[in-house]
């Protein structure tokens, strides 16, 4: 079901004018009510009248995490204190968080954009959704929230954790959606069947899973387990919080809501912009945002645009799902490594679970990559030979992937750490 057919099916010419209007106004917006981006605007040369369609965007200056981290907390606020009517933070991930400030059109906004991504799961007013992002500061609960509410299915705001009580939650009031991490589904796919729930009798039918990076294996681990669509859903809260975008039933990329948020991928190196299908760092622009609008902000989120049309009929630009962020890339010994595609590799295999964690040390000079991955309950009782020989194909399959030596280490169930929101893949001991 699509949302919002006329926004989501507009032709190009309609939607680049569309874009156009918007983003001259926007920085019109910006340049007389934040003096960073007056100053950035000035500096570059240009003027706010020099900008005359979407094309034109590729003369702005980027905006960085740190330019944001400069201006903590409210410096790239572009409205007066009355006309905020909710603050969120970014979950600092990777650092001190970020905030994002919301007028009452930014929430009207949000939700609408909320709505399209739930809608991509099906989501209707006979729907019950159990939201189990947290709620709070960080964008997933409220986000949600919001979008569903404009549906008007039935919110379940039961926030993140407390999995027995999710899983009760689930059976009694028959949740057909659910939205969390795809690791927190996968923990609660965990404990349900210890407590021999048989999640496909369940009315559960679809997820949108995002907030974390994610494999299309992991997702073939979920949707089994757990017996519904699991669809990815993206987002971040400097430029709304979840809504950014949301993949389709046709799982081939994120479709992101260009007529609010436009996308362009870069290399992080040079800035330069690449065209579509050529893998990058993803820059977006708020058209449409009040509070805390961004021109060309840096995500430091890796992934291409996916070029063509999609067959659900939105018009919409695609991107490959997050292989992860320019943080999280592991360099070892010259070649870049995300902990999603070992996470491919692993989900594969037979007789290990989907919980894993790499651990990055250095001695001497060379990196050395750990990969410790759950054994199976079944594989416990094994002798030490079997489970040698496991090691080492998973060994080699991971070294054929990457074309590096890594260690793997089998380690026994229940083990690594499991997490209600974010899961934290990398523990990186390398102090540099
Ligand atoms: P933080 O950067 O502190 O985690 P947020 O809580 O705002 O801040 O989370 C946004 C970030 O989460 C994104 O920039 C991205 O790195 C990650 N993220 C969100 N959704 C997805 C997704 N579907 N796939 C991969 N990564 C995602
Ligand atoms: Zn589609």
Request: proline share 4%; with cysteine.
């Amino acid at each position: 079901m699509i949302w919002n057919r006329e926004r989501e099916t507009l032709s190009d010419s309609k939607k680049e004018a569309i874009q156009g209007e918007l983003l001259k106004n926007q920085i019109k917006r910006v340049y007389g009510s934040i003096p960073f981006y007056k100053e950035k605007i000035d500096s570059s040369g240009l003027t706010p009248e020099m900008i005359m369609s979407i094309f034109d965007i590729k003369k702005l200056p980027f905006t960085t995490k740190d330019d944001l981290r400069d201006n903590y907390p409210f410096g790239m606020f572009a409205v007066s204190t009355d006309k905020i009517v909710e603050i969120h933070t970014s979950s600092g991930t990777t650092g001190k968080p970020v905030v994002g400030g919301y007028t009452k059109k930014d929430i009207e906004i949000w939700s609408e954009v909320m709505a399209r991504c739930l809608a991509f799961s099906g989501t209707t007013e006979n729907d019950v959704v159990q939201n189990a992002y947290g709620y709070g500061l960080f964008t997933g609960g409220l986000g949600v929230h919001y979008g569903a509410r404009r549906i008007g299915a039935n919110v379940i705001p039961i926030s993140g954790g407390n999995t027995k009580r999710q899983l009760m939650v689930m059976q009694d009031f028959k949740s057909t959606i659910i939205t969390c991490t795809p690791s927190y589904s996968l923990y609660l796919a965990e404990v349900g069947e210890e407590m021999g729930i048989d999640f496909k009798s369940l009315p559960l039918k679809a997820g949108n899973f995002g907030a974390e990076p994610w494999s299309n294996n992991i997702r073939k681990e979920i949707e089994n387990r757990l017996g519904l669509l699991a669809l990815d859903i993206y987002g971040l809260t400097e430029i709304i919080g979840p809504g950014v975008g949301n993949e389709c039933r046709y799982k081939c990329g994120v479709h992101i809501c260009d007529d609010h948020f436009y996308p362009e991928i870069i290399d992080p190196d040079t800035g330069e912009v690449l065209p579509p299908g050529e893998v990058g760092e993803l820059v977006i622009t708020t058209l449409t945002r009040e509070a805390t609008p961004l021109l060309r902000y840096r995500t430091r989120d890796i992934t291409k645009l996916i070029p063509g049309r999609c067959q659900c009929g939105r018009t919409s630009v695609r991107i490959e799902r997050i292989m992860g962020r320019t943080d999280d890339m592991l360099i070892i010994r010259g070649v870049n490594v995300f902990p999603t595609q070992i996470e491919e590799v692993l989900v594969n295999i037979k007789g290990i679970e989907p919980h894993y964690q790499i651990i990055v040390e250095r001695t001497g000079t060379l990196d050395q990559l750990e990969v410790q991955v759950e054994m199976n309950e079944n594989l416990i009782s094994d002798e030490i030979r079997r489970l040698e020989i496991l090691e080492s194909s998973i060994r080699s399959e991971i070294e054929s992937l990457l074309g590096i030596k890594v260690k793997v280490k089998l380690v026994e169930p229940k083990t690594i750490a499991r997490s209600e929101g974010k899961a934290k893949r990398v523990i990186d001991k390398r102090n540099i």
